[in-house]
């Protein structure tokens, strides 16, 4: 259920951050309800050192929809890491919105806030969805395949 | 099914339950580690992208262009190299009585002894106030190597803060190279710069000789000739202008 859930989260992030990568490399303004998002984008927080931060955020969106797909339990805690790295650079970057520019962008707020939730989502599936370690004697001692006679 | 029966199936349905593995906080525990660098690295980044600060307006920047045009000035000395009178003046850039001579003293001994040819002043910049005085007193002698000290000393003190709170900024600094040079980023690369280090401790062993004890202090004398320490009454030009009348008419006559 979580799988799914983090899938949703994925798109919708992938969605806003592949959105401005877009607007940033064709040149076009950034449909957005408020001046916000042009304010966010014309900062310097917004292309550090050219860099547009929104690639970077599409990009780790794609690298966590690959580890979700793949699903391979060795691969998990780097799935959190990632997802809980991600979710404490969005925290920054929220605030650096509210206030540093006292600005909000929609797209932006999107992306962060979805970062957020998938790092949530991944620390309940890291504890949660364990491959099946039984509570028996020996999955409590780590001992397995000891037999009685 | 008996009522053991169910209680013995509950309970092996509940040891088959997926639970929580004693492996599990360490794997969350190197994800946060992990989480953490991959953060770090980011901000790290993201903040090193930070513009440097716009300077900021400072006061009085076209009197003191303007007071100090066409007046010979070499590193720390300003006037004729031939000008009968020398002064010394040791100062702090945080010193408060510094800046009220500055502002008070300088410009009219300036316009009155220095630009016709009777004075000459040598600045020796201490820095015994505090960090900050450091700070400035880099700026100060940066500017020297462009033979703009004097301009920068007086914008300084017409722009001084409370003694030691950190108004000595980098902004602060940023705003003095903008008004002064030509080519402010340099004049701010020179604060480091070897000249720099040996001007502050040229001036710390004059300091050292003349057994200087407050600032400002005032040395007045014949150019060449042995220099004698001034006890300032006021801080104005009037507390040195007769002694500097009377040496430039000694020499004359």
Redesign the interface.
Known sequence: MTRIAAAAVVALGLGASSYLTYVHYAGGRVACPTSGCERVQES??AT??GVP?SL?GALLFLALGALLFLGRQRL???E??????????AV?LIGVQLLSLHAICLWCLTSDVALVIL?SL??VR???????????AG?AT?VRGVSKR | MGKAARLKRERAQARATPVASPRVPRELGLAVALAVVLAGASIGFIESARPAPPPAALAHVEDVTRAYVGVPQHGGTLGRADAPVTMVVYLDPQCPYCGEWERSAMPELVTRYVRPGALRVVVHGLHFVGPDSERALRLLDASALENHFFQAAELLYWNQGEENTGWVTERYLRSLAYSLSSDPERLLTDRGAVGVQAKIRADELAAAHDQVTSTPWIELGRTGGPLSHVELARLDANAVAPLIRRLAAEVAS
């Open positions: 310097f927080y550090p050192h931060i970077a998990r805690l780097l959190t890491g990632a997802a809980l790295g991600g979710a404490i650079v920054y790092a991944a620390v890291l504890i949660v969805e364990r491959p099946p370690a039984h509570a028996g999955a780590g």
